[in-house]
């Protein structure tokens, strides 16, 4: 088998919020779920269950607490700290995303619990979509303001303790959601592109002037696309417009903390393409081979998505036949990622197919019709995507969605190569 390196935890089964796009459905039956993972977060079940499957659990590295408020029992996880560091020796990161709907001093009692004797990185991603009159659009009226306070508390209680803990060091990150609807207002109100956009760089300038210790490092991690992915040629139309603007923008007001999103991805392909099809472990997340997720019931998921399935189709499969409930049949969990690493030229065709047939209806630019141009795309498009991801929304791993296609192929892709190329 091959190494696990990484272990997730699902460790929330609440959230303080109640998003529009959020893709959990939040079911009453869930506070009963999330007594049950705080029981055994506390009783060490979880992680004497997990490290019974690990090879070797010198080889974990990386312990994220995935949920859907993992804040919610950061509490019960830093009062087994002293198992934790005792059975993974080698941990090097733990890391979780927040909300940031709750008060910051969680974070930071967890953090002053973690032994000093023990070298670590956190990683704290806070999901924030834009301004508040954006981010509440989705989130919830008075969540934007809510994540500021808290972001910036949070600095100013590390400023206050990292001195004393050298062997912490905290990377804080935000990410936030680009729905269908965001885009199309964008699309009618340029100046309210600009307006959100301005209002992100003074955000980042103001809460990088509050970091005072080299030890915390803030990076704007971007956008995610919104699940299940139902963007259209005109949400397409639409980013394609908005990523034009806001490069003219940026260049002309000199936007140090904003830059545009999804650009990174392309520096991979361009460095280190020729490996994708030998390599595929290089382009793809970890859950697709050293990461190991484990579920209410010891049930082991390669992706923490896997635990609450987004839609019907999807759902009978992915909890009757894709969770491996045998827990030591870690030979299974191999052959099904094998089986999604294997076979890149798969995925790449498959998405090669739906671009021509697209391209033929014109529901995405007609350059995708030529075939080289569609297999940069593909490879550049599969780095976005995991086979959980995948079988979640198409049933298959194999299956890149149609919507992300729309999304980038109406002239965002092009635009972002080119900027690639001239940088
Ligand atoms: S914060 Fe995350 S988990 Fe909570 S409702 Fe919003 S999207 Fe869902």
Redesign the pocket.
């Known amino acids: 088998m091959n190494k696990v390196e990484a272990i997730t935890i699902l460790s929330s089964a609440l959230?303080n919020?109640?998003?529009k796009?959020?893709y959990?459905s939040q079911d009453p039956r869930l506070k009963e779920v999330h007594r049950k993972l705080v029981e055994r977060i506390r009783n060490e079940e979880f992680l004497s269950t997990i490290l019974k499957s690990v090879p070797d659990p010198n080889d974990v590295k990386f312990l994220a607490l995935w949920g859907?408020?993992p804040t919610l029992t950061l509490p019960a996880i830093s009062s087994r700290f002293d198992y934790i560091f005792k059975t993974l020796p080698n941990l090097k990161v733990i890391s979780f995303s927040s909300?940031f709907q709750g008060d910051s001093k969680v974070i930071i009692d967890f953090i002053k619990q973690i032994p000093r004797d023990k070298k670590i990185e956190l990683g704290i991603q806070f999901?924030m979509d834009g301004m508040p009159k954006i981010n509440d659009l989705m989130?919830g009226d008075g969540s934007g303001e809510r994540i500021i306070r808290n972001v910036k508390s949070l600095i100013l209680s590390l400023n206050e303790i990292l001195p004393d803990m050298t062997n912490v060091r905290v990377k804080i990150q935000d990410k936030g959601t680009l729905s269908p609807k965001v885009l199309m207002m964008y699309k009618e109100d340029k100046e309210l592109m600009f307006e959100n956009f301005r209002f992100m760089n003074n955000f980042y300038s103001e809460i990088s002037d509050l970091i005072k210790s080299s030890r915390i490092l803030l990076t704007c991690a971007g956008f995610n696309q919104e699940r299940p992915f139902n963007y259209t040629k005109e949400h397409g139309i639409a980013f394609f417009n908005m990523l034009r603007d806001l490069d003219e923008l940026i260049n002309k007001e000199d936007l140090k903390y904003v830059s545009l999103p999804f650009l990174s991805s392309f520096n991979r392909i361009a460095k280190y393409g020729l490996e994708f099809n030998n390599k595929q472990r290089m382009f793809t997340c970890s859950a697709n081979s050293g990461n190991l997720c484990i579920g209410e019931n010891d049930e082991f998921a390669f992706c923490h998505r896997d635990f609450f399935p987004e839609n019907e189709l999807t759902r009978k499969f992915v909890k009757e036949y894709y969770l491996i409930r045998d827990g030591q049949n870690m030979e299974r969990r191999q052959y099904l990622t094998s089986c999604y690493m294997d076979f890149p030229k798969l995925k790449l065709e498959y998405i090669i197919v739906i671009c021509k047939e697209l391209a033929r209806c014109g529901l995405i630019d007609k350059s995708y019709g030529d075939y080289n141009k569609a297999y940069v795309f593909a490879m550049n498009r599969l780095q976005e995507i995991c086979q959980s991801t995948a079988l979640q929304i198409n049933a298959s791993p194999y299956m890149y969605d149609i919507g992300s296609i729309k999304l980038f192929a109406n002239g965002a892709e092009d635009y972002l190569l080119g900027k690639l190329v001239s940088s």
Do not use: K, M, P, V
Request: charged residues 15%; proline residues 0%; contains cysteine.
């Open positions: 959230c919020l109640s998003c796009y959020c959990i859907l408020e909300n999901s989130r």
